[in-house]
T-cell receptor
Framework: GDSVTQMEGPVTLSEEAFLTINCTYTATGYPSLFWYVQYPGEGLQLLLK?????DKGSNKGFEATYRKETTSFHLEKGSVQVSDSAVYFC????????????FGKGTTLSVSS | GAGVSQSPSNKVTEKGKDVELRCDPISGHTALYWYRQSLGQGLEFLIY????????KSGLPSDRFSAERTGGSVSTLTIQRTQQEDSAVYLCASSLLEARTEAFFGQGTRLTVV
């Protein structure tokens, strides 16, 4: 079945460091890919998405490129801030109405000043 | 409402009791999801309501768990004879039914079984 695998956390970085959180997927066909973020004490919210191969999603300085050849959607940010400390979830959805959103286990990012 | 609303926000119950968790989705969203978030376990899919079609119940962990969605809107997740391992945050999300659309999440219900 469809699945998403994320790198294990926690990831601990200093402010202004470069961030990569790896995400790979297994799915039938060509799914849409998403990164959701959960800030402390808040609900999950969409960070960015890409709906077809080679698309790049971006938001708040974060980027992720849909790589069909490596079935990956790695999240990157060039310079993290303390306010980026959160749990990040990679997710996929088949490009077909009526299919569930499947999430990875989440990666906790902690950024210190 | 403006967003997905879940109630209660916190629930403490005794082992063996039944609990009901409520989700009020965004108006017009025909897809509704329930997930369970446990420490170290990420987001576990439970059930998915997809418009007028039969729900995808493949994620329900046991027959103690059930959910219904009345009138295509409000959903209730029921856990019968609660166990301590049911303690978790239960998240509801809704979306348009079309593919490629994002899901909007509620704040969750934190369930503690003592």
């Amino acid at each position: 079945g469809d699945s998403v695998t994320q790198m294990e956390g926690p990831v601990t970085l200093s402010e202004e460091a470069f961030l990569t959180i790896n995400c790979t997927y297994t799915a039938t066909g060509y799914p849409s890919l998403f990164w959701y973020v959960q800030y402390p004490g808040e609900g999950l919210q969409l960070l960015l998405k890409a709906t077809k191969a080679d698309d790049k999603g971006s938001n708040k300085g974060f980027e992720a490129t849909y790589r069909k050849e490596t079935t990956s959607f790695h999240l990157e940010k060039g310079s993290v801030q303390v306010s980026d400390s959160a749990v990040y979830f990679c997710a996929l959805s088949r490009n077909q109405a009526g299919t569930a959103l499947i999430f990875g286990k989440g990666t906790t990012l902690s950024v210190s000043s | 409402g403006a967003g997905v609303s879940q109630s209660p926000s916190n629930k403490v119950t005794e082992k063996g009791k039944d609990v009901e968790l409520r989700c009020d989705p965004i108006s017009g969203h025909t897809a509704l999801y329930w997930y369970r978030q446990s420490l170290g376990q990420g987001l576990e899919f439970l059930i998915y309501f997809q418009g007028n079609s039969a729900p995808d119940k493949s994620g329900l962990p046991s027959d103690r768990f059930s959910a219904e969605r009345t009138g295509g809107s409000v959903s209730t997740l029921t856990i019968q004879r609660t166990q301590q391992e049911d303690s978790a945050v239960y998240l509801c999300a809704s979306s348009l039914l079309e593919a490629r659309t994002e899901a909007f999440f509620g704040q969750g219900t934190r369930l503690t079984v003592v």
